[in-house]
């Protein structure tokens, strides 16, 4: 007859759960840790995209909406969340 150690067992089963835990949580901590040592070390850097990051815009006329080439610089959160959104639409827009 097999011999099943049950503690043995919650012990393993414990562990792969606190394996889950860190993996599905601890990348999205990491990027906000980053994020904030970034901010603190150079608030008055502009976010730089190279080329290949940049979607290419499409030739249009000139009556459509313009295309906002940089990001706005807004003190509110929520001034920046309506800034954002249009420039999603307008990027929609363009495509």
Do not use: C, H
Not at 39 to 66: C, M, N
């Amino acid at each position: 007859m097999i011999d099943i150690d049950y503690v043995q067992v919650i012990k393993w089963v414990l562990i792969v759960l606190l394996a889950g835990f860190i993996g599905q949580f601890g990348r999205s901590l990491a990027t906000y840790l980053m994020k904030k040592a970034r901010g603190a070390k150079a608030p008055d850097q502009p976010d730089v995209t190279t080329e290949a990051e940049s979607p290419k815009q499409p030739l249009q006329s000139t009556a459509s909406a313009p295309v906002i080439s940089e990001k706005p610089s807004l003190p509110g959160k929520s001034e920046k969340k309506a800034a954002k959104a249009l420039i999603k639409m307008r990027k929609k827009e363009n495509k």
